[in-house]
């Protein structure tokens, strides 16, 4: 399920993240406050875009994405924390935890194939990131297992078999309740 992207955020988040993460030894750590820093500022100064749905999120990933690898780092190495940091930021500003976690779970694991990267590892990171994230803001952790499991299938879906046996597989071994989840739907 490809989700259409609000080009603008994905342009500004980029820009916002390449200039957060230039001269930072660890990125994978500064990836998380400055994605969700990024996203309370833009949705503070653009309130309209938080209630414009799962394009949302899924635009602040993709324009996360977009700037770890400009600057040299892999989806794999940020996907957990670009994650968070997305949902922790949507749902800060007023965003509801569906659409944040739908959102950037679905746009994560679509980009990771695109470029290449194993999309059952970076399944398992984006499950954990936003399961993180809507804890730490008091959301709902066991409905965001269920809505990040149920968006990363769906998003394998859409890219192929491979990638969603890959996820499946993937989700089952390291993610509890995951089984369960993936089982509901299938049969």
Do not use: H, R, Y
Not at 13 to 23: D, P
Not at 35 to 62: M, N, R, Y
Not at 94 to 119: C, W
């Amino acid at each position: 399920m490809a989700i259409p992207l609000v080009s603008n955020l994905v342009s500004g988040v980029k820009g916002g993240l390449t200039a957060a993460l230039e001269g930072v030894s660890d990125i994978g750590g500064a990836v998380l406050g400055s994605v969700k820093d990024i996203v309370v500022s833009t949705l503070k100064e653009t309130g309209e875009f938080v209630t414009q749905g799962i394009e949302v999120p899924a635009s602040i990933v993709k324009g996360s994405i977009d700037g770890v690898v400009e600057v040299g780092t892999t989806v794999i190495a940020t996907a957990k924390n670009i994650v968070g940091g997305t949902v922790e930021g949507f749902m800060t500003s007023g965003g509801k935890q569906d659409t944040a976690v739908t959102g950037a779970v679905s746009q994560v694991i679509t980009s990771a194939a695109e470029l290449g990267e194993d999309v059952g590892d970076v399944a398992v990171l984006a499950v954990e990131g936003a399961v993180d994230a809507v804890s730490n803001v008091g959301g709902d952790a066991i409905g965001a297992t269920k809505e990040a499991v149920l968006a990363a299938v769906d998003a394998a879906k859409g890219i192929g078999d491979t990638a969603l046996d890959a996820v499946t597989d993937s989700l089952k071994k390291s993610i509890d309740g995951a089984g369960e989840i993936i089982d509901s739907i299938t049969s």
